[in-house]
């Protein structure tokens, strides 16, 4: 697969970024570039590699999951600068428009 300026264009245009047509072209060869480098993996021999559920050999450490304090949203909530009805009150972020 090849990336040509049309993804480059709609990947810009999905992460909501503008680009210049310089960049854009100097992130279309940097796109194909990785491309490239993850297509020479397939030509590694993996028939006798067993496979990984994790790359960390050690086991995970399990401990009791017991609540330690119940009901402390109040105390939680004085150190919000505002809070309505025991939730924190926050700046919109997302506009529907």
Request: proline letters at 4%; charged letters at 25%; glycine letters at 4%.
């Amino acid at each position: 697969m090849s990336i040509d300026n049309t993804i480059v264009r709609r990947i810009a245009g999905l992460a909501n970024i503008e680009i210049s047509e310089q960049a854009e072209a100097q992130l279309q060869q940097d796109l194909n570039k990785i491309l490239d480098y993850v297509g020479q993996l397939s030509q590694v021999d993996t028939n006798n590699v067993e496979p990984l559920i994790s790359p960390m050999l050690e086991q995970a450490v399990w401990r009791a999951d017991s609540i330690a304090e119940d009901n402390i949203a109040d105390k939680v909530l004085q150190n919000a600068p505002e809070s309505e009805m025991g939730f924190f009150v926050v700046p919109k972020v997302v506009d529907n428009a």
